[in-house]
């Protein structure tokens, strides 16, 4: 029963780069595990990192990985995405998820609750 809310996106040019901010309400998300998605047009959602419930575990698609940070404030009720060295590949709407199902999960399947997505645009 948790809301998450996304924001932070926006048009960069290629090289720079994007702080994503996921804010949840309804309930803490210190016991759920938290992903970030993404969607580029015509294609199928795709993971991009997840973080534990309780931050032991983090994973990174090998497209993002030394690139993207995933972090949560469970004090904060809020999840980042640090988006360094963006690439015109990246541009998609960027989902935040929550599962309670799971204590860590790179599969959509198991994320119970999404976000509404924000726009990413990389330049070339």
């Known amino acids: 029963q948790v809301q998450l809310v996304e924001s932070g996106g926006g048009l960069v040019q290629a090289g720079g780069s994007l702080r994503l901010s996921c804010a949840a309400s309804?309930?803490?998300?210190?016991?759920?595990?938290m992903g970030w998605f993404r969607q580029a047009p015509g294609k199928e959602r795709e993971f991009v990192t997840a973080i534990s419930w309780n931050g032991g575990t983090i994973r990174y698609a090998d497209s993002v990985k030394g690139r993207f940070t995933i972090s949560r404030d469970n004090a904060k009720n809020t999840v980042y995405l640090q988006m360094n060295s963006l690439k015109p590949e990246d541009t998609a709407v960027y989902y935040c998820?929550?599962?309670?199902?799971?204590?860590?999960?790179?599969?959509?399947?198991?994320?119970?609750?999404w976000g509404q997505g924000t726009q990413v645009t990389v330049s070339s």
């Open positions: 309804g309930r803490t998300i210190s016991s759920y595990a």
């Open positions: 998820a929550a599962s309670g199902q799971t204590p860590y999960s790179v599969s959509r399947g198991l994320y119970d609750y």
